[in-house]
């Protein structure tokens, strides 16, 4: 009786796990790519309309596009300067 128990569970389990692979990963995995392709497209937007800004420039216009970073102060000093001295044999 117990074998027959075992079997069938594992008979329940196989077709679960055909039935998840079958119809609900493939519509989760079109939901993904269908927003990722969104993204895609929003990005793709933005970049055709700064350069389509930058062509609408009058030529000679002067434009700083400037992104601030870190202030010196945060750098790294690169180490310690230690002075030595050359002994010749």
Known sequence: ??????????FIIFYVVR???RYIL???FYNYMDDKVKEFNRMQA????KEQEKAR???GEITI????GKSGKD???GGEYVDYIE???
């Open 75 to 77: 750098k790294p000093s």
């Open 65 to 68: 596009d400037y992104k601030p």
């Open 26 to 28: 493939p519509g989760l």
């Open 46 to 49: 933005k970049q055709r309309q």
């Open 1 to 10: 009786m117990a074998l027959l128990r075992i079997i069938l569970i594992l």
């Open 87 to 89: 002994i010749k044999d």
């Open 19 to 21: 039935l998840v692979t």
């Open 57 to 59: 420039q009058r030529e």
